[in-house]
C-alpha cells in the first residue's frame, strides 16, 4: 500500500465547502438551511445531528453553516450562528459556564439588534 494512500485514508478534517462533498450531504445541507431561513417561529428549534465516530456530522454542520452565512432569509436577517464544542469542556459546570459565554459572545456581537 503507497505511503500517500494511507495519508488520504488517516484524515479526519471536516469538509467546509460544500463544493468538496465527497459524501453527497451538500444537497440535503442547502434544502435544510433554506427551510431554516424560511422558519417564522417565534418558539425556536433545536436540530440535532446524530451518527457514528467519522459518519460526516461535521462537515455536514458545516456545510449547512455555509448555507446559512450565504443565504439571507425573505426578512434580509442573517441568522445568529453559535459554534460551541461541548467536547472540548469537562464536568456539567463548565460545560454551563463556557455554553453561555459563547452564546452571549456570539449573540451579542453578532446581532443587529442591540
Not at 464544542?85 to 459565554?101: C, D, I, Q, R, V
Request: charged fraction near 15%.
Amino acid at each position: 500500500m503507497e505511503t500517500e494512500n494511507l495519508n488520504i485514508l488517516s484524515a479526519d478534517n471536516p469538509l467546509i465547502n460544500p463544493e468538496d462533498d465527497r459524501l453527497g450531504y451538500a444537497s440535503f445541507a442547502k434544502n435544510l438551511a433554506e427551510s431554516l431561513c424560511l422558519m417564522t417561529s417565534s418558539e425556536g428549534l433545536v436540530l440535532a445531528v446524530y451518527g457514528s465516530w467519522g459518519s460526516g456530522k461535521s462537515t455536514l454542520l458545516n456545510f449547512i453553516i455555509h448555507n446559512l452565512e450565504q443565504k439571507p432569509n425573505p426578512n434580509n436577517e442573517q441568522p445568529i450562528i453559535v459554534r460551541f464544542n461541548p467536547w472540548w469542556f469537562s464536568g456539567e459546570e463548565a460545560l454551563t459556564k463556557h455554553f453561555w459565554l459563547c452564546f452571549i459572545s456570539d449573540f451579542f456581537f453578532t446581532s443587529s439588534v442591540f
